[in-house]
């Protein structure tokens, strides 16, 4: 008998109703699976896409999946979400609250470029779909995306490292699970059409893919609707951010903000003045 049978008043089991989770006592189902198969049996990746997607994946999937998590945990303290977390951890609150704090930044700015740039890949391949040369698509494409986002092309050029070391290395995973014919590769190859028209408009100079537009090409290729990109962006840091406020509770530190406090701000405003007497 299914949970949502149980109640006796039916409008107890209208209240929510999800496909991903059956339970009563002694029993525990995703999507129809026992929970004591699952365990030992398939990794944290394959559940991701099992609770996400709604079947499991092929182990070739997972594996290309946990890659694309694995690969952006961290970026160091320069990054918004893991100084918050630092920061956060030295006023007093639980692991929790830090690391809520610091997801709760992941947006278009800082954790939104991948949720983008497979938004960008897939309007590029629904203009092939529909008759489209490639490059014309890329060109649209980019335009879309820029006409969108602004001049800062999501997925593309690192302020940090002229080539991201991850990205190749995602690549490479993805063009040998398209030989293998795990995935169809058609949006690495969207992804470099792109990096290849972005070098044109800057007369030869490259901006190459980064972590965001790699992941992205892997979530693509995997059938990731574009928003699940972001949720996934904030499970995969969320382990940096963990880290990072534990490392930090051990370390101490009390209201430590984001510059030390030998140094001020630079103040813009008026000059020094008094407030006005009640006769003026």
């Not at 692991?95 to 590029?124: C, F, K, P, R």
Request: glycine share 12%.
């Amino acid at each position: 008998m299914s949970s949502n049978d149980s109640p006796k008043d039916p409008r107890v089991g209208e209240w929510w109703r999800t496909s991903i989770i059956d339970m009563k006592p002694g029993e525990i189902r995703y999507r129809g699976y026992p929970i004591q198969e699952l365990i030992g049996n398939v990794s944290f990746a394959q559940m991701i896409w099992l609770m996400t997607r709604g079947d499991l994946p092929s182990v070739a999937q997972g594996r290309l999946l946990d890659a694309a998590l694995m690969s952006a945990v961290d970026h160091g303290p320069q990054a918004p979400s893991i100084a918050i977390a630092r920061m956060a951890a030295t006023c007093g609150i639980g692991l929790n609250n830090a690391m809520a704090s610091a997801v709760n930044v992941l947006g278009d700015v800082h954790g939104g470029a991948g949720e983008q740039a497979v938004e960008m890949y897939q309007a590029i391949a629904a203009r092939i779909d529909a008759g489209a040369l490639p490059a014309d698509a890329v060109r649209a494409g980019l335009d879309e995306a820029i006409a969108s986002h602004g001049k800062f092309i999501s997925g593309f050029g690192h302020r940090f490292h002229p080539i991201d070391p991850r990205a190749p290395r995602l690549l490479e995973l993805v063009d040998a699970a398209a030989k293998e014919g795990h995935v169809g590769g058609r949006y690495a190859a969207i992804a470099r059409g792109v990096e290849d028209e972005l070098a044109a408009r800057k007369n030869g100079r490259r901006i190459p893919m980064n972590i965001d537009g790699a992941t992205a090409v892997i979530y693509a290729e995997l059938g990731f609707p574009a928003p699940l990109a972001r949720g996934l962006f904030c499970l995969s840091r969320s382990v940096g951010i963990l880290a990072h406020a534990w490392e930090q509770t051990g370390q101490g530190g009390r209201n430590k903000g984001p510059i030390p406090r030998e140094y001020l701000w630079a103040y813009d405003g008026p000059r020094q003045r008094s407030v006005p007497t009640a006769e003026r």
